[in-house]
């Protein structure tokens, strides 16, 4: 559709830069932090239409009435105070006197206060922010003793808290744009350019916990100028590498189509509480100036939901949120697999294996190849919660260790291999120098629900220790009752009641490969001091003897059901050479998942020799089947051989071979019409 709109003024209008006047006032060149007075007529044309209208008259209800002397409260009022002036003419001068006086009565009394509390800093600066920008918009509106009464309560408050300190982003952030507005900075601000790189690995994950993505990189609502402050410094032309900056464009994609999971809820990861949430905040809709399929992701995330009328939600973006883009499974290899299912709503599953490699902070747990799990509306899976390093050890975490000692470095290896596709997604962690004189490498599969078929995730771990290490897998589901035991060291069920989103969820945990003891314990779920009267969880921990080698390969079934999706049958299979399972699904499909030390193995119309194997079936017909480091794999007339180990995926005509080289014979339906990279002598 396009829109044409025609705009005539008659010789006696107010002026389209300048919508007030004061008498004998010299001109200013406010405001430009921004804005420009040059650019009010454009705005005013498109609040004829959305989303803009639907701002406006948000902004108008906002500005008629008023605001509590609360940093939040006042940041959302003097916002909207400012984007009516320029949009609602006629009142404009009434308008900038609700900002004038919002500084002067309101601002001047906030309990500004630097030291050890957040409350004291953080939110006050984030709210003096937009203070600082809503002045410079109606600056021409006041007169000089206005401005300079104005000027004095926002300098005066904002220097009682330094320069540097505690939050640096949020000091550099309002005071770097106070400086701008003096005139006093006119150069890049590296310091918080390297502030903002440090939060952002290569790949674009934050290595700084779910929840501290959102609110600081991410620009929440509660620390405003933390992100802010770029969008001054690219408008001015002080500073122009953010919003074309390949690393924050990577970040935005990443936030909004990969940290929250189906139900839009971020993925527990580091420091953070299931009671946390993702609010409509005023910075998201700028993402279309970084990124337009990142913006396409936020146009999902915040589908339905119309932005506040304030300056930043209706002067920053270049243009509207463009149509919604269901995210997909991505893989980072410096921060983890992020595996979701499409096109099944809310109720989708949504994994996260998390494995970052280069950069920590200080609200990163011992997390290395953790896990985040979520399904049927709820998180599945939590873990020590929040505040630093009481709830930082690996036991806390749904991550291996090896006696439950905390590992040395909360740094892996990152993902070393992986693939995603339509049903299956795979992926493998490196524990990389976490944990000291041992390897680990996690291998995440989500395989997606189908007609009749219900999804769920296995895990294998393969671990490299010493001779009789004991190793200690740990999983922490949402639940504070209790968790059942079905069937003792082979399965358990935990219902999902601390803190579910929508009641009835469960998840089953199996454990294919047989461990010497599971140990079910309540755990603090946030630091009790904090938190003093947060409830705990239970915390399931299996224990496998590493043997005289020091390897251990272990198969790990996670099944998420609700009374409308009941969890598929399972049990154990076992032999000399294997551990694994089978899974028979309500289509009458029959999936295998196991491990093996390599040697040939005959099961269930099945050749296998390999490190593991995942395969689905149905009346002796393969469906899909997934190998790892294997050399064999065949049921009837569908397999492959090769000559040295690869990992391959194949369903139907379409496949993913991962090799470093070797002689691949594939048979089966479809195989004539496979198409193979150029490198490949086929």
């Known amino acids: 559709m396009i829109l044409m709109v025609s705009f005539a003024c008659s010789k006696d209008s107010e002026g389209a830069g ?13 405001p430009f932090l921004i804005v420009t007075k040059e650019e009010f007529a454009a705005h005013r044309a498109k609040a004829t239409v959305e989303p803009w209208s639907s701002m406006k008259a948000d902004a108008m209800k906002r500005s008629e009435a008023g605001a509590a002397t609360k940093p939040y409260n006042l940041q959302d009022y003097i916002g909207a105070a400012a984007l009516a002036y320029i949009l609602d003419e006629d009142n404009a001068q009434v308008h900038a006197h609700r900002v004038r006086d919002a500084i002067l009565e309101q601002y001047a009394k906030l309990e500004v206060v630097d030291g050890g509390a957040w409350s004291g800093v953080v939110p006050n600066l984030g709210s003096f922010y937009m203070a600082i920008l809503a002045l410079d918009i109606v600056y021409d509106a006041l007169s000089e003793e206005e401005i300079t009464k104005c000027e004095e309560v926002i300098s005066s408050q904002i220097f009682k808290i330094n320069r540097e300190g505690s939050w640096a982003d949020v000091r550099l952030g309002t005071h770097g744009t106070w400086d701008i507005y003096k005139g006093e900075r006119t150069t890049p601000d590296d310091a918080y350019y390297e502030g903002i790189m440090r939060q952002i690995t290569v790949d674009g994950v934050s290595p700084v916990t779910i929840h501290y993505a959102w609110e600081r990189v991410g620009g929440g609502d509660s620390r405003l100028s933390k992100a802010g402050y770029m969008d001054v410094l690219e408008y001015t032309g002080i500073d122009k590498r953010y919003y074309g900056n390949e690393r924050l464009q990577k970040f935005q994609r990443w936030l909004f189509g990969s940290s929250v999971n189906c139900s839009k809820e971020m993925a527990i990861i580091g420091d953070m509480l299931p009671t946390q949430n993702l609010h409509n905040d005023m910075l998201h809709r700028r993402v279309v100036n970084f990124d337009m399929e990142a913006a396409g992701y936020a146009a999902w995330f915040h ?9 930043l939600t209706y002067l920053l973006p270049q243009a509207p949120l463009p149509a919604p883009i269901e995210p997909s499974s991505q893989i980072y290899t410096d921060g983890g697999a992020f595996f979701r299912e499409r096109e099944t709503g809310p109720k ?32 599945l899976l939590v873990n020590g919660g929040r505040l630093g390093n009481p709830v930082r050890p690996a036991p806390l975490n749904n ?3 090896i006696g439950g000692k905390s590992h040395g470095s909360r740094l892996g290896g990152g993902i070393v291999e992986g693939f995603t596709s339509r049903y299956f997604d795979y992926a493998c962690g490196s524990s990389g120098r976490a944990i000291p004189l041992v390897q680990h490498r996690r291998s995440t599969m989500l395989i997606h629900s189908e007609q009749d078929v219900r999804p769920y995730v296995i895990l294998f771990d393969e671990v490299q220790a010493a001779a009789s290490d004991q190793i200690i897998n740990y999983l922490h589901p949402a639940n504070e009752s209790s968790v059942n035991t079905l069937n003792s060291h082979v399965e358990y069920l935990a219902k999902i009641d601390h803190y579910p989103t929508i009641p009835g969820a469960r998840l089953t945990f199996f454990y294919a490969t047989p461990p010497t003891d599971v140990i079910i314990e309540k755990v603090a779920s946030a630091v009790p001091d904090r938190y003093p009267n947060y409830p705990d969880h239970n915390r399931l921990a299996s224990v496998y003897d590493a043997g005289p080698e020091g390897a251990k390969q272990i198969v790990t079934v996670l099944l998420p059901e609700n009374d409308q999706n009941r969890k598929p049958l399972i049990s154990r299979l076992g032999g000399e050479n294997f551990t694994g399972c089978k899974i028979v699904q309500p289509s009458g499909a029959l999936d295998l998942a196991l491990e093996s030390s390599g040697a040939l193995i005959d099961l269930e119309n099945i050749t296998f020799s390999g490190e593991a194997m995942i395969s689905r079936q149905l009346e002796e017909q393969a469906i899909f089947y997934f190998a790892k480091e294997s050399l064999m794999y065949k049921i009837g007339k569908e397999g492959f051989t090769a000559e040295d180990p690869v990992t391959i995926f194949k369903r139907g005509s379409t496949g993913i071979v991962i090799s470093e080289g070797t002689k691949l014979v594939l048979e089966g339906d479809g195989v004539s019409q496979l198409k193979f990279n150029p490198s490949v002598s086929v």
């Open 348 to 379: 989708g599953l949504h994994l996260v294996l998390y494995n970052i490699k280069t950069q920590d902070e200080w609200h990163t747990h011992q997390e290395v190849n953790g896990l985040a799990f979520s399904g049927y509306g709820n998180r």
């Open 303 to 311: 589908d339905g939901v119309k932005a506040k009328g304030t300056i």
């Open 399 to 401: 991550t291996l260790t």
């Open 18 to 30: 300048n919508p007030v006047d004061i008498p004998g006032k010299p001109a200013s060149r406010h």
